[in-house]
């Protein structure tokens, strides 16, 4: 009772501590921070007051995260940061739809056993032990990540799956280190084992053709695996132990008699009866969708998975040919759905309003190039590159701001540095695109972060916390690689 009582006032604290930084961060950002024509706009400031209130709110979770998403959102136009009409816009946003239906296609998956059927195979073949199952989880990811060029699509294909492992497990969202741990751990081998192929997302096409057109030098498929891939793999490794540490799962080893009784329900499951049969093809159908989307349709694969997404989810809930019978079998969807548009809000606002933007080009041309060498810049740049996902929602918009200002500094840098442009171009911006998809320290930051936040099993902290430690990580991973690997590959200085 009293530790009870303890935990209570603790939790209070934290609460007060966090209302308290939000005030202050807001007050202080909106009263002292300059504006001007040509830097940052009266707008741009309001939005990262916003921005900066709301990261305070969401790590303290004093009120429920949604609570706060409202919040900001009314913030945003009362400070005219962005406008009614915008902000309200963001729930019409893709991403938003697209975590519905992910929690339609894991409600049908539950309805009709089929996500269960896939999970015990994976349990009772590779899940023996908590630490197996969580690696059979990543080692999934990765390969899917050359097969399907989409990380939504890969998270809405992963999540219903998770979930039903987590179940088995018998890991209760929220208090499951097991379930926590399970649910990161896909969102981080999504986003990173995407940074490793080139094709796995536009955003890395995108970066590529941004080096092409600047130097006129073609980054070929080879060469962003072999350059990229091993760090992905070894972050990856270590992240996995890292997680092992922070969230020791509740139940090491699954018992031989739990394991027998689920082989035996893995039997007793029998075969697909008429429900399964029929969520089974609008499953496979979303991978081949996503397969698909890569080369010549690169640029559509968003477009396309949405729409398969909505489609088959559609289906899901149709009379007659659709597996859940009423909207209440759809769990969980309003309480994230909403925290989604609140940050996603926020985030467009910065990225809007040049906020996002002012503060990277700040932080670049405060850059003294006197007496520098390659690799003090690159290791400025590395780190800009791999946190700035911080202050965006987007993995697009990021590139389209990163890869000029980088491709730019870096020809300002070559005669000082008395470089080859071409070269030093590819050097500094060929791993400054590597960094695009490690979006992995907050929910809003991309479409996966929200679709895994969306199951409950971790909370803003979670997340931050094992994030920051793995994206710390990956800076010394990239540096290592900028005086070795890079060069060995014949993509450094």
């Given at each position: 009772?009293?530790?009870?009582?303890?935990?209570?006032?603790?939790?209070?604290?934290?609460?007060?501590?966090?209302?308290?930084?939000?005030?202050?961060?807001?007050?202080?950002v909106y009263a002292l921070?300059?504006?001007?024509?040509?830097?940052?706009?009266?707008?741009?400031?309001?939005?990262?007051?916003?921005?900066?209130?709301?990261?305070?709110?969401?790590?303290?979770?004093?009120?429920?995260?949604?609570?706060?998403?409202?919040?900001?959102?009314?913030?945003?136009?009362?400070?005219?940061?962005?406008?009614?009409?915008?902000?309200?816009?963001?729930?019409?946003?893709?991403?938003?739809?697209?975590?519905?239906?992910?929690?339609?296609?894991?409600?049908?998956?539950?309805?009709?056993?089929?996500?269960?059927?896939?999970?015990?195979?994976?349990?009772?073949?590779?899940?023996?032990?908590?630490?197996?199952?969580?690696?059979?989880?990543?080692?999934?990811?990765?390969?899917?990540?050359?097969?399907?060029?989409?990380?939504?699509?890969?998270?809405?294909?992963?999540?219903?799956?998770?979930?039903?492992?987590?179940?088995?497990?018998?890991?209760?969202?929220?208090?499951?280190?097991?379930?926590?741990?399970?649910?990161?751990?896909?969102?981080?081998?999504?986003?990173?084992?995407?940074?490793?192929?080139?094709?796995?997302?536009?955003?890395?096409?995108?970066?590529?053709?941004?080096?092409?057109?600047?130097?006129?030098?073609?980054?070929?498929?080879?060469?962003?695996?072999?350059?990229?891939?091993?760090?992905?793999?070894?972050?990856?490794?270590?992240?996995?132990?890292?997680?092992?540490?922070?969230?020791?799962?509740?139940?090491?080893?699954?018992?031989?008699?739990?394991?027998?009784?689920?082989?035996?329900?893995?039997?007793?499951?029998?075969?697909?009866?008429?429900?399964?049969?029929?969520?089974?093809?609008?499953?496979?159908?979303?991978?081949?969708?996503?397969?698909?989307?890569?080369?010549?349709?690169q640029c559509s694969i968003?477009?396309?998975?949405?729409?398969?997404?909505?489609?088959?989810?559609?289906?899901?809930?149709?009379?007659?040919?659709?597996?859940?019978?009423?909207?209440?079998?759809?769990?969980?969807?309003?309480?994230?759905?909403?925290?989604?548009?609140?940050?996603?809000?926020?985030?467009?606002?910065l990225d809007k309003t040049?906020?996002?933007?002012?503060?990277?080009?700040?932080?670049?041309?405060?850059?003294?190039?006197?007496?520098?060498?390659?690799?003090?810049?690159?290791?400025?740049?590395?780190?800009?590159?791999?946190?700035?996902?911080?202050?965006?929602?987007?993995?697009?918009?990021?590139?389209?701001?990163?890869?000029?200002?980088?491709?730019?500094?870096?020809?300002?840098?070559?005669?000082?540095?008395?470089?080859?442009?071409?070269?030093?171009?590819?050097?500094?911006?060929?791993?400054?695109?590597?960094?695009?998809?490690?979006?992995?320290?907050?929910?809003?930051?991309?479409?996966?972060?929200?679709?895994?936040?969306?199951?409950?099993?971790?909370?803003?902290?979670?997340?931050?916390?094992?994030?920051?430690?793995?994206?710390?990580?990956?800076?010394?991973?990239?540096?290592?690689?900028?005086?070795?690997?890079?060069?060995?590959?014949?993509?450094?200085?």
């Open positions: 009772m009293q530790k009870d009582k303890t935990k209570g006032k603790e939790g209070n604290l934290t609460k007060i501590i966090g209302v308290t930084a939000a005030i202050v961060l807001f007050a202080l921070v300059p504006v001007s024509e040509s830097g940052l706009k009266p707008e741009g400031k309001a939005a990262l007051a916003v921005f900066l209130g709301a990261f305070a709110l969401w790590i303290s979770e004093p009120f429920p995260t949604y609570v706060v998403a409202f919040v900001t959102m009314i913030a945003l136009i009362l400070t005219n940061a962005w406008d009614q009409k915008s902000v309200l816009g963001v729930f019409g946003y893709d991403v938003i739809w697209l975590m519905v239906c992910a929690f339609i296609l894991n409600s049908a998956m539950q309805v009709t056993k089929l996500g269960k059927r896939i999970a015990l195979a994976i349990v009772t073949r590779f899940g023996q032990t908590a630490k197996s199952a969580i690696l059979a989880m990543i080692v999934v990811n990765f390969a899917i990540s050359f097969l399907i060029p989409s990380t939504a699509a890969r998270a809405a294909l992963m999540l219903p799956i998770a979930i039903t492992l987590a179940n088995i497990y018998n890991a209760i969202p929220g208090e499951s280190n097991f379930g926590k741990l399970l649910m990161l751990v896909n969102m981080q081998s999504n986003e990173i084992s995407t940074s490793g192929i080139l094709t796995a997302t536009s955003a890395n096409v995108m970066a590529v053709n941004f080096i092409k057109e600047a130097t006129g030098a073609q980054i070929y498929y080879s060469t962003w695996l072999i350059a990229a891939m091993p760090i992905a793999i070894v972050t990856t490794i270590i992240g996995y132990f890292v997680g092992l540490k922070l969230f020791p799962p509740e139940i090491e080893k699954v018992s031989s008699e739990a394991l027998f009784n689920m082989e035996k329900e893995m039997k007793d499951l029998g075969p697909m009866d008429a429900n399964e049969k029929k969520l089974l093809p609008y499953f496979l159908s979303l991978c081949f969708c996503g397969a698909l989307t890569g080369g010549i349709w968003d477009r396309l998975i949405h729409s398969s997404c909505n489609d088959r989810c559609t289906l899901c809930l149709l009379p007659g040919i659709g597996v859940i019978k009423k909207w209440g079998d759809v769990k969980n969807t309003v309480g994230p759905m909403l925290f989604s548009c609140g940050a996603y809000a926020v985030g467009m606002a040049g906020a996002a933007s002012f503060i990277i080009n700040s932080i670049l041309s405060r850059i003294n190039l006197v007496n520098v060498t390659f690799f003090k810049i690159y290791a400025v740049v590395m780190f800009i590159a791999l946190f700035s996902h911080i202050i965006f929602t987007s993995k697009i918009v990021r590139i389209t701001i990163l890869a000029p200002t980088v491709i730019a500094f870096a020809k300002e840098l070559a005669p000082v540095l008395n470089a080859d442009p071409t070269k030093l171009v590819i050097a500094l911006t060929l791993p400054v695109t590597f960094t695009i998809c490690w979006c992995i320290t907050l929910p809003p930051q991309s479409k996966p972060n929200l679709i895994y936040y969306s199951s409950g099993f971790y909370k803003v902290r979670d997340q931050l916390l094992h994030g920051l430690i793995i994206g710390g990580i990956g800076y010394l991973m990239f540096l290592v690689a900028g005086l070795t690997w890079f060069k060995i590959v014949g993509i450094g200085i």
